[in-house]
């Protein structure tokens, strides 16, 4: 509240209590008494019955306090400019020369932000580093050179690069996740005994196909099965399902052949 004293009448518009103070320029009670306390801002009057009171200038102090703080100034750094020989005005071009700054950082930013929202919106194409943190470093090597050299010419190939260029990250991290699946199903009914020729294993491999009938090519159970000829021709494939489970790579081609003799 302000002073009451009609003898004072001239000063309640210049002076407030730190409640009033507070209400005004909406800064705790709280923090008005610790900035006393550290001797930051204080009241610099009080009434005749002794309550402290903060004048116009306390005011302008506070809001050039207030400035520093949004601007993220440790409260010490304040003082010490409040504190200096600098006039007002040397103070607000000092505000003034940091509120551009982090503007035209935060601006900067904005930008960064709304052009990663684009992207993710309107579903980017993954990148090199996208796909290197999903399959690891080696997602592009001489195999899919060869793979291209060997069949570039054909429709599969050619279907499979026209889809595969619109895959987002999202994409292929679901790809990966789907190959991860197929692959512990394949090793799960390997290690459990069941034949290659079993529900579990043809299964499995009916997965697999359709996972590359859907995502890349259109894959016939008879062309799957040339895909699992070559798994046990090539070494390299062959590699990459031994690498999961020794003999891994005869076990999917065996459930791939009983798989396509079953929908035959």
């Known amino acids: ?51 402290r009171l903060y004048t116009e200038d306390d005011v302008a102090r506070l809001q050039r306090i207030v ?69 690891g470093d080696g997602f592009k090597d001489e195999y899919q050179d060869e793979a291209q050299q060997r069949w570039g010419d054909t429709d599969a190939w050619k279907q499979s690069a026209e889809r595969t260029a619109r895959f987002t990250k999202a994409d292929w991290q679901a790809v990966k996740e789907e190959t991860d699946a197929i692959n512990a199903a394949f090793v799960a009914a390997k290690r459990s005994g069941a034949p290659a020729s079993s529900e579990t294993a043809m299964d499995a491999a009916e997965e697999a196909r359709r996972q590359i009938n859907d995502r890349f090519y259109d894959c016939s159970h008879q062309f799957h099965v040339c895909l699992g000829d070559m798994y046990v021709s090539d070494p390299r494939f062959t590699a990459t399902y031994d690498d999961l489970e020794p003999g891994l790579a005869q076990y999917v081609r065996d459930a791939i052949v009983a798989n396509a003799a079953r929908h035959a």
């Open 67 to 135: 400035l520093y703080r949004r601007l993220e100034m440790p409260l010490d750094e304040i003082a010490a400019l409040l504190d200096g020989d600098d006039d007002p005005v040397a103070h607000l071009r000092r505000q003034r020369a940091a509120v551009m700054s982090r503007l035209g950082e935060l601006t900067e930013l904005v930008s960064a932000i709304d052009r990663a929202m684009e992207r993710e919106m309107t579903g980017r194409p993954a990148t090199d580093a996208d796909m290197r943190e999903i399959f």
């Open 1 to 51: 509240m302000t002073v009451t004293s009609d003898a004072n009448s001239s000063r309640r518009a210049s002076t407030w209590t730190v409640g009033r103070l507070a209400d005004l320029t909406g800064v705790t009670v709280r923090t008005l008494h610790h900035y006393d306390r550290i001797g930051l801002l204080s009241p610099t009057t009080r009434t005749h019955a002794g309550y």
